[in-house]
């Protein structure tokens, strides 16, 4: 049977962190985080236009034959 102490677990997390953060997988996953909503310091504002705001991230939208296309800036 494995046995892991504290320690070997937050060198496992501090790896897989380290490695997140390394490939950019971190903004990633904090960017979807934030465009879920999911964010109370980064609240999603949507416009009447069908562009929306949150944190950095700023998608604008476009219309064309009914149909509306939003785009990361």
């Known amino acids: ?20 953060e390394a490939n950019g997988y971190l903004s990633k996953i904090t960017e979807a985080w934030q465009r879920l909503g999911l964010d109370p310091g980064n609240p999603v504002v949507h416009h009447p236009d069908g562009s ?22």
């Open 1 to 20: 049977m494995l046995s892991l102490t504290q320690a070997d677990i937050d060198a496992i997390a501090d790896a897989v962190l380290q490695k997140f």
């Open 52 to 73: 929306f705001d949150v944190g950095d991230i700023d998608v604008n939208a476009s219309e064309a034959g009914g149909s509306i296309t939003q785009t990361r800036q």
